[in-house]
T-cell receptor, first 111, second 114 residues
Framework: KNEVEQSPQNLTAQEGEFITINCSYS?????LHWLQQHPGGGIVSLFM???GKKKHGRLIATINIQEKHSSLHITASHPRDSAVYIC?????????????FGKGTKLSVKP | DTEVTQTPKHLVMGMTNKKSLKCEQH?????MYWYKQKAKKPPELMFV???????INESVPSRFSPECPNSSLLNLHLHALQPEDSALYLC?????????????FGSGTQLSVL
């Protein structure tokens, strides 16, 4: 079993829909990152969470440390949100820079 | 300037070539990272530089040789690579190794080894 599990693996939505991507992890963590990767390209760090909730524009990320679960929400989705969204955790006591990555959720938003 | 700049964006090289990948940031970050990402897979950590010193080498073959000439620049020297080394190579930086709260990635170098 992977230490970081994301669901769904693939997600297709219509423009304007509310989207939720989930991440569950099985290790103790010091922080959790939500990352966005467009095709053929680099990665953008959207959020780093260690507790609670963060909001940036149409994106909201939440984390429940007790349940070892995090969600990324996108409100009023747009075709430009189409990308792979990756959950990555910093294992508590893990080596520096060695994030444990989920396999990603490929989101496609249709106009 | 909140960018990590990687050059080149694309690189094709033969197995006998020597080439270098370059990564630059001017955010004053003191931790820099090299990751390797195969298609449809998550990134894998290769190296971590902390205050210009190599602090982590994740058992990377010696045909990959990192270098950190100064606090803004990180190179990855490539020599005698194999076709299976073809991948997207990502550079990242953070304020310090213990502080990955502000983690910035470059756009990557897509490497093809023929």
């Amino acid at each position: 079993k992977n230490e970081v599990e994301q669901s769904p693996q693939n997600l297709t939505a219509q423009e304007g829909e509310f989207i939720t991507i989930n991440c569950s992890y099985s290790v103790g963590i010091s922080a959790l990152h939500w990352l966005q990767q467009h095709p053929g390209g680099g990665i953008v760090s959207l959020f780093m969470l260690s507790s609670g909730k963060k909001k940036h524009g149409r994106l909201i990320a939440t984390i429940n440390i007790q349940e070892k679960h995090s969600s990324l929400h996108i409100t009023a989705s747009h075709p430009r949100d189409s990308a792979v969204y990756i959950c990555a955790v910093m294992n508590y006591g893990g080596s520096q820079g060695n994030l444990i990555f989920g396999k990603g959720t490929k989101l496609s938003v249709k106009p | 300037d909140t960018e990590v700049t990687q050059t080149p964006k694309h690189l094709v090289m033969g197995m006998t070539n020597k080439k270098s990948l370059k990564c630059e940031q001017h955010m004053g970050h003191r931790a820099m990272y090299w990751y390797k990402q195969k298609a449809k897979k998550p990134p894998e950590l290769m190296f971590v530089y902390s205050y210009e010193k190599l602090s982590i080498n994740e058992s990377v073959p010696s045909r990959f040789s990192p270098e950190c000439p100064n606090s803004s620049l990180l190179n990855l020297h490539l020599h005698a690579l194999q076709p299976e080394d073809s991948a997207l190579y990502l550079c990242a930086s953070s304020p310090s190794p213990g502080n990955m709260g502000k983690l910035f990635f470059g756009s990557g170098t897509q490497l093809s080894v023929l």
